[in-house]
């Protein structure tokens, strides 16, 4: 079953609570990118929107966090009622982040840069729920969806398939009808999608059919 994630990025903060419920039928999960211009060069929100967030919707509160100190702030993000957060291999100390992750009770995401090996990430399948594999350099919207990662997709989805791991794989980068069908193809089943889905006339169709052009490949 495919599941779309909105990335609220693309949408305009000043009308954010509009944006979310235009697509809130279609949305499986939302997705807020957090930045630090740090990890990466671009600077977003924190916690107090996510607090904003949660006081406005039920929706899943996926947030990916593309920050070099992400021990100081899982526990803000928690509080602000953030339900999953995605931290990155790259910067290592993994291994407590997920425990950390874990003693707060949120679901246990690990992200991965496009250049990033399948060896960085493969020992931990056993113990995250949601493994982002990015189809774009992180810290813009907007971006082409590399079609290199798609053979790391593959060799993800038939590992954990061998292994009986029911463990979500997410992209995102320059996800749209197009790249979401290539994306599940490989073996993706969570596709996160900005520009086109909040850039596009109609959010909602759009990520309607995003979610068709996925469960049609899968
Ligand atoms: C990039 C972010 C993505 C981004 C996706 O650093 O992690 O979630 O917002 O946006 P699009 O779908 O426009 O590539
Ligand atoms: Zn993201």
Redesign the pocket.
Known sequence: MARIAP?I??ADFAALAEAVDLVTPETDML?V?V?DGHF?PNLTIGPPVVASLRKHTDLYLDC?L?ITNPEKYLEPFRKAGADGCSVHVEIGGTDELIEQMRSLGLDVGLAVNPDTPYEAFEPYFDRIDLLLL?T?F??????SFIADVMPKVRRTRDELDRRGLSVAIQV????NEETARIAAVAGADVF?????IFRADDPRAAARRIRQAAAVAA
Not at 192 to 196: D, K, P, T, W
Request: no cysteine; proline share 4%; hydrophobic share 40%.
């Open positions: 990335s990025l693309s997705h990118d930045m990466v990916h593309m990015m774009v992180p810290g813009f919207g907007g971006q995102d980068g320059g996800i996160v999608a900005g520009n086109a």
